[in-house]
DNA sequence: CGAGCCCTTGAATCCTGTCAAATGCAGTGG
DNA sequence: CCACTGCATTTGACAGGATTCAAGGGCTCG
């Protein structure tokens, strides 16, 4: 197990693997795949797809239709897998593009099956993870749906410095930040405009600041307030790498 | 095997199972359950949260925020498994309803941890279901996100036509089409009043039409460009009963 | 036959999108 | 070293799609 692998394992918020169980996915690793931000890490219409762990840096999956209007289903952090729908589904109509420079575990994806025969706990650990990444597309929906500008903008900052917190337990109220207002309007579902005129409100209300790609939340109650975000005890998770 | 459970698994959408696998699922049935039209099926909070197959009806999965608005995050077909993102993530933040009387399987929960020990092609079944879920709020995130009015009530109109039609290939361009214009705009993202708007509109131009809980295509490739809908072509899915 | 629910419409309002332009910054190359 | 280019951010004016508010009609059911 490399650096990144060990490292995650020791957050309180990964979960503990039997020796066997590592032994397992040790060698269900096949290499180490470093990708410079803005890469394609899975392309729409190309198959196969590889299967991956993303193990450092932040990526996003996306689609974009025909009316130029790209859609952001979720943003993907250090332990997410990557590729698992495609695989399963056999079909490829989104995106999954890096938005930092990424470390990749790569999983072998013909030993999958395998997996799912000799360690039954593992292939619940992968279930789990494609109930935990359909929570989150869930909750972009609710977002996007359900919430005015204002507070979709609200929500995904919280939801985004949350997120990178449990998995980076850093003191401090502030957190790396690589989203360009264009991929938080993509995600929201507000144009570019729409979405820079909101942050300003919300930065001149106090309650965050972003400045050379960092995000400083000052006010994390009003901005929950203003959200109605509820919060969601993440339970230890999987890491398969 | 009851008779619903017979003549889903004849169905080309629907996968084979083995003779064993039979017999398993079999064991795993602890009763069917009928519920009337708009009778909750997972209430928000109640937990432990059962283990459902959706055997016939139309359900759907919504969450209501404090400002009022109601999401619905994806309808549900015969075949499709409810609960399982709530059993597997511990979580119970969005409810199930029945739209139609509807009948459902009862899953043993309990024996879901054998299923993964003892039949992994089950287990990579219930992979496959999740992740077709995702996929459909996947769908629905891109519905929402971006398009417009019209855009998604198409989309909508066509994509349910295409899973009823899926699923019960009868000939002729109408279906039995339970939701109120309420339902259609809290999975659309829209107001009432605008739904209807936009629902005459597309009728006015002789796209479709609703009458009597029944709707009618009349021009399935016009409305499939006005949408950019694409075509998905599904793979015989798993049933769980 | 009244109550309740759903559908339908119109008018006014407002949130959000579109269009356009200016600023600042980083990287490039002459 | 400094134009020059490209990209991201910031703003304003304007248009338009969508919401809100309101009211009326149709239908079912007790």
Known sequence: ??????????????????????????ALKLRDVHLAAGKMIIEEGVTPTQLYTLMDGWAFRHQTLKNGNRQILNFL??????????????????????????????????????????HPALAYDITWLCAQEEKIVDDNLVNVGARNGLERVAMLLLHLYKRYKAIYPIPGKTIPFPLTQQEIADALGLSLAHTNKTLRKLEKLGLHSIDNNALTIYDEHMLASLADYYSTPIKPRPLLC
Chains 1, 2 share one sequence.
């Open 1 to 26: 197990m490399d650096d990144l692998s060990q490292y995650l394992r020791q957050q309180a918020s990964f979960k503990r693997n039997t020796a066997e169980e590592l032994t397992f996915i040790k």
């Open 77 to 118: 952090f250090p332990g997410d897998i990557i590729g698992l729908q495609q695989n399963l589904l056999d079909i490829s109509n989104n995106n999954v593009q890096a938005l930092t420079p990424v470390t990749l575990c790569e999983l072998n994806r013909q030993q999958l099956w395998q997996l799912y025969e000799k």
